[in-house]
């Protein structure tokens, strides 16, 4: 049994307004936007798994409903073995101790008006039954572990770099020892130059602490680092989820192909891959029937049409395209 | 964010109020302002101190007399020394327009913090009500509710403070709503918070600086209000020294040319209301989001 397990995970959003209205009185379904559309994966436990995609193709709405900030439209978000998609806010209290998240943008994500001390406390004083001198004596051990002076635990997150404020945000993540860690673009908003030690103390966490992580990015070289799986999005789907190493070496979705062509190498001498695709993402409001590459892929054949299942291919290495036995061979 | 670079890390919160007292500071207008308020605050809790008579001590032999050593501010058809009586008054007043303030803003914003945190049909219908009472000229509002319950301190206290929750439950409600979005909230749900630790401890302290701009502007407005209902005889009662008495017997006056009945309790509720919106503007420029990096 895996740690978590996500199955035909969906999330819709009405899109209200006249429309919704009009159409739910024409007695038509409401037209909504289709943000995650059958998401399934694994996370196993102590792994990383990747999760990439551009921006919109419904990344951070796949964590979202992991750490149901969001009821999911439908599908199913197992943590371990039990369901947790349907929960509401109180029974899902229990596991917030074990499931938590870093979130994108260390500086909105923290309280202004409360102070280092009090932010990572609060998992404690929520989750646990230690006393004050237990809360403080963990807090200190927090703060060394990802790597701040205990004289910074006064302070209030504008006076923090956003180096500090991202390890503050790790600290209360990782405050209740959860097992399960969504990290949503970690390092996004840091510095070049402070990416790579954020980055190195997510991956010494995960070792010391035990933590699985679902790690998403768009920035496919922390990915290749990090994750040993990686799974690619496409407009609320996912298109590929194979071994990092396999994934890097020889990507078989046209869209994973497309992706990895546009990271730029720095050998001008290096061969590369053209691979390009056609157009812009399209709306995932109105999303074409079959395969959602289809009208932006170079390879598009008629049987493109009909909706590709994500199917294995190899041991591992799952493909969502109907091409891909003759794109491999 | 330079200012705040050179702050040190461990004395945040003293630092950030000093910041705020010294910028009052440079801003000489709002500065003037808080001092004459806070001036007049001490006058009238060291009332029995400061005031040269008693404020209802009659003295047949002195009726009507234009301001002098004796009486600086004249005195009125019974001999009351005017200076006292408004000195006394201050009391009334202050704390009237202060407790009105005090129960709007925290009906209001605890209200207007629920509403907006939960939307739904409660928020819903909290605005249509918020709609309603402000479709009423507040002083009209006020009229019927002292009209109604009866003319106390207590009751125009109560009156002024409905008249006013509508501002601080919209204001709120509007802030919780921006403020629900924000990232940190989804982190203090993921954390495991119950949702009145969000609202109370997460996002109600981040609504708190419009409010208190908010605050002060309509404590001012709270003072007028009461004075206005004391003038037109539904505030507080004479013998009682009220300013919107006082002025309101003043103005009686007026054609017989005891012009000090009237222009100096007038005067008192002039500068006191101006001094409030003076401390309110001045608040809100210090307070304004876009001036938050500098703080």
């Known amino acids: 049994m895996s740690l978590v397990e996500i199955r035909d995970l969906q999330m819709h959003f009405p899109l209200g307004g006249i429309g919704g209205t009009l159409a739910r009185l024409r007695g038509q379904a409401e037209p909504v936007l289709r943000a995650v559309d059958s998401v399934s994966f694994d996370v196993e436990a102590g792994e990383t798994l990747g999760l990439v995609g551009e921006s919109g193709c419904g990344k951070s709405t796949v964590a979202r409903c992991l750490v149901r900030l969001l009821k999911p439209t439908a599908g199913s978000v197992r943590y371990a073995g039990k369901q947790i998609a349907t929960l509401d806010a109180q029974a899902m209290r229990p596991f917030r101790r074990d499931i938590q998240m870093v979130f994108q943008d260390p500086t909105a994500s923290l309280n202004p008006r409360l102070s280092v001390r009090s932010m990572v406390e609060e998992a404690l004083t929520l989750h646990t039954k230690f006393d004050a001198k237990e809360r403080r004596a963990r807090v200190e051990e927090l703060m060394h572990e990802v790597g701040l002076g205990r004289d910074l635990l006064d302070s209030y997150p504008h006076e923090l770099s956003g180096g500090q404020r991202q390890r503050v945000n790790i600290a209360r993540a990782i405050a209740t020892n959860p097992r399960f860690v969504v990290l949503d673009e970690p390092t996004s908003a840091l510095d070049v130059s402070l990416r790579s030690r954020a980055i190195l103390l997510l991956e010494k966490l995960r070792e010391h602490l035990g933590l699985s992580y679902l790690f998403i990015s768009h920035d496919l070289a922390t990915v290749k680092y990090l994750a040993s799986r990686v799974a690619v999005m496409y407009l609320g789907s996912i298109v590929e989820l194979s071994d990092t190493r396999d994934l890097f070496a020889k990507p078989l979705h046209p869209y994973t192909r497309a992706l990895l062509a546009a990271v730029p190498v720095p050998d001008p001498d290096a061969r590369r891959d053209d691979f390009t695709l056609a157009g812009e993402i399209p709306s995932p409001i109105d999303v074409e029937t079959g395969c959602r590459l289809r009208g932006r892929c170079p390879l598009a054949k008629p049987i493109c049409a009909e909706k590709p299942p994500l199917k294995e291919i190899a041991p591992g290495r799952f493909v969502a395209c109907h091409l891909v036995a003759e794109l491999s061979s | ?295």
């Open chain 2, 1 to 295: 964010m330079s200012s705040s670079l050179s702050v040190s890390s461990s004395t945040s919160k003293p630092v950030a109020s000093s910041l705020v007292w010294q910028r009052l500071q440079r801003n000489p207008v709002s500065f003037a302002a808080l001092c004459v308020i806070v001036l007049i605050a001490a006058a009238a809790i060291l009332a029995p101190i400061v005031a040269p008579y008693a404020p209802d001590a009659t003295d047949p032999a002195a009726s009507l007399q234009p301001p002098s050593w004796q009486h600086p501010l004249g005195t009125d058809e019974f001999g009351r020394d005017q200076l006292s009586r408004i000195i006394f008054a201050a009391r009334v007043d202050l704390l009237v327009a202060f407790a009105a303030t005090l129960i709007a803003v925290t009906i209001g914003g605890l209200l207007g913090a629920v509403v907006g945190y939960s939307r739904g049909w409660a928020d819903t219908l909290a605005m249509r009500v918020v709609d309603a009472l402000m479709a009423f000229p507040a002083f009209v509002l006020a009229m019927g509710i002292t009209a109604g319950l009866g003319n106390s301190i207590t009751n125009v206290a109560i009156a002024i403070s409905i008249t006013q929750i509508p501002a601080y439950l919209r204001l709120t409600r509007g802030e919780m709503l921006r403020l629900r979005e924000m990232e940190y909230a989804d982190a203090a749900r993921t954390l495991g918070n119950p949702t009145w630790r969000i609202v109370l401890i997460h996002l109600l302290p981040n609504c708190l600086p419009p409010l208190i701009v908010q605050a002060t502007l309509s404590t001012g407005f709270a003072l007028l209000t009461m004075a206005s209902l004391s003038f037109i005889g539904l505030g507080i009662q004479p013998p009682q020294s009220e300013w919107g008495v006082m002025t309101a017997e003043g103005a009686s006056q007026i054609v017989t040319g005891e012009w000090w009945l009237f222009v100096f309790p007038g005067l008192a509720i002039m500068v006191s209301v101006l001094a409030f919106n003076l401390i309110g503007d001045g608040l809100r420029d210090l307070l304004d989001p876009r001036m938050r990096g500098l703080r």
